[in-house]
């Protein structure tokens, strides 16, 4: 008896484990979508290109609890619109806000990124992931901090 119902557990996990591990694959086109082919050179085709005036920021000490926000500024200095796909952060914890129109040729962009720094602890190192039409379209920004825990009394 207890032998089939360790079976039967462990087909019910396998099956669990193997529908979600196929979810978290999902093939996108994002990363592979590009307007240059083999018969066309660089010069020819109209690209955005991203120019930041940084790509990196640390807050400096805060207090646990604490949301900080830094907006990073990046213009479009290529020849076409930049539209910016996604923008997602290396955990819940760290939330871009950016543009969802495109940035026109010479035009600049905000991308407003918030830490907040409920439950985390020391030194924190997180990263925003752009991913948009430009050659490359994946830009990683990152933002660093140090958390301080206030003492117990």
């Known amino acids: 008896m207890r032998t089939q119902q360790f079976i039967i557990v462990l087909i019910f996990s396998a099956a669990i484990s193997c529908h979600s591990a196929s ?3 999902a093939i996108t086109t994002d990363l592979v979508n590009s ?3 083999a018969n066309q050179s660089a010069e020819k085709v109209l690209t955005p290109k991203i120019q930041m005036n ?3 920021f640390d807050f400096g000490e805060m207090q646990q609890g604490e949301s900080v926000t830094h907006d990073f500024i ?3 200095i290529g020849d076409a619109n930049l539209i910016i796909n996604t923008a997602k952060g290396s955990c ?3 939330v871009p806000d950016w543009p969802k129109e495109p940035i026109g040729k010479g ?3 905000t991308i407003k990124v918030t830490f907040n720094s409920a439950g985390k602890s020391g030194k924190q ?3 925003v992931t752009l991913v948009t039409n430009a050659i490359p379209n994946t830009k990683v920004i990152t933002i ?3 958390v301080i825990v206030p003492e117990k009394e």
């Open 74 to 76: 990046l213009k479009n």
């Open 107 to 109: 035009e600049k962009a």
């Open 125 to 127: 190192n997180k990263t």
């Open 23 to 25: 979810e978290d694959k």
């Open 144 to 146: 660093t901090g140090n």
């Open 92 to 94: 819940g914890c760290t």
């Open 35 to 37: 307007p240059l082919t």
């Open 54 to 56: 940084e790509e990196s």
